[in-house]
């Protein structure tokens, strides 16, 4: 058996897939089927994501508003917090082209989900994007405008 960061490495991997190919089924099928209530906060929307039928309806307009996207995950930090239950703390990069925009759009955002063991599958039931606060963001852009010479000297 593989340690649990590989293990929720590979969940990862394959969340990062289905979001390139644009399969939000398949990112759907990654959540736990038999939790009650899944949580979800996506950095984009206002409220949280609960339940399965307000999932269903998230992925169904995401798939409506997207000509593309991909995603990305670096830096994963996860543990075990019970034989069946996971969670992990990692960075990410999304990728889209939104219908309606005139503009591609990236972002970077912090992540943490927490994921159960069915069998031998770990599957995600609760899962937050964190992005970073105005702040920082300005800080990033301010650090990228400095010229070459002056940082060198």
Known sequence: MT????EIEQVLTNLCGFWTQG???GIKNLSDPEEDTPYALPQEMAAPVIGW???TQYYAAARARLVRC???VWDVHAKQLAPDLAVALYQMHWNGEIKGFDHLVGIDSRVTAVFR???ERWLICHYVEAPAAPMLHLQKYYAGNVDDDFESA
């Open 3 to 6: 340690d649990i960061a590989t």
């Open 23 to 25: 399969d939000q089924p």
């Open 53 to 55: 039928e307000a999932l």
């Open 70 to 72: 991909s995603m990305r």
């Open 117 to 119: 063991r069915r069998g």
